[in-house]
């Protein structure tokens, strides 16, 4: 099946760094692909969409300035937490859905996700 | 508003038996897809079962077994002889809208953590 890896699985970072995290599709080609943050026992918030080679689209209340996300190929998309801060303490999952396929069943795949602590 | 509805945060079940989750979802769109996930502790997100909106039978993927009740807008997992490796969060989820648009997007329900006792 399809491949979405994700890196790093985790990291700590200090408060007002920035961190750079990455989405790859392994064995295919993805035109979008998602942003969630998840806390601890709560649902995938959506935090943006990702489409190769235009600006992503945030879903309101996400700030483009703190979590800037580029998507320059059809395998890679990064999140960049810029300045972060111990609230931005996270788990982050990317998602991507691949080029020319219905968006149905198994066609959403996730990656292993990100644990970021900010100390 | 909620799109997705899952009033069982957690609950217990033990060994062998059935057990139903609970979803309703709210969307005006006529074509739209509802998925489950199942999300272990080490956090990936493990696709179970799919139904979009004009499938005419009931999706069933092994022991899962999707409920849907498309006038009440309830599509209720169903999983039949619980193992003790089904615990784990489980998640309904919702694409509106055609499923090759370009603008679909997959928003998820607060989940339902299931302990199986053994």
Known sequence: GAVVSQHPSWVICKSGTSVKIECRSLDFQATTMFWYRQFPKQSLMLMATSNEGSKA????????????????????????????????SSFYICSARRQGLAFVGTEAFFGQGTRLTVV | AQKITQTQPGMFVQEKEAVTLDCTYDTSDPS????????PSSGEMIFLIY???????NATEGRYSLNFQKARKSANLVISASQLGDSAMYFCAMRE???????????FGSGTRLSIRP
């Open chain 1, 57 to 88: 689209t945030y879903e309101q209340g996400v700030e483009k300035d703190k979590f800037l996300i580029n998507h320059a190929s059809l395998t890679l998309s990064t999140l960049t937490v810029t300045s972060a801060h111990p609230e931005d």
């Open chain 2, 32 to 39: 739209y897809g509802l998925f489950w996930y199942k999300q």
């Open chain 2, 51 to 57: 139904q979009g909106s004009y499938d005419q039978q």
């Open chain 2, 97 to 107: 809208g055609y499923p090759y648009s370009s603008a679909s997007k997959i928003i």
